[in-house]
């Protein structure tokens, strides 16, 4: 059983992403343009692309990319041991955010002091 029904989820949100699209069709359009600007260059393969996608969607707590990347990743061969090291290039850059941003609560607790 799993946590969430993705697919279902996944089905609702192009659902949704198509009534923004009719609401406002440049939102939709210009989001599709960025989604495929990095691709043209063609320095990294699709799926190394959709790994980078899922590390970046678990950063940001997006559940939208989050299904739509990895039926991507699936369908271009992702393996789930890929998918996991590439998660874990996104832990460790979070828990590095949270380290970054400790600093700065740091120093803005000793600027308060100062104050």
């Known amino acids: 059983m799993h946590m969430h029904d993705w697919n279902t989820y996944r089905q609702q949100l ?10 406002s069709p440049d939102t939709v359009r210009g989001y599709v343009t960025l ?8 320095h990294l393969d699709a799926k190394t692309r959709e790994l980078i996608a899922l590390a970046v969607a678990i950063t940001l707590r997006c559940d939208g990319c989050i299904t739509v990347h990895s039926e991507a990743a699936h369908k271009l061969g992702a393996t ?7 998660l874990g290039v996104a832990v460790s850059l979070n828990a590095g955010a949270a380290i970054v941003y400790s600093t700065r609560a740091l120093d803005a607790f000793a600027a308060a002091q100062e104050g």
């Open 14 to 23: 192009f659902a949704g992403v198509g009534e923004l699209g009719k609401l």
């Open 80 to 86: 789930k041991e890929e998918i996991t090291e590439a």
């Open 35 to 42: 989604g495929g600007a990095g691709a043209k260059s063609g």
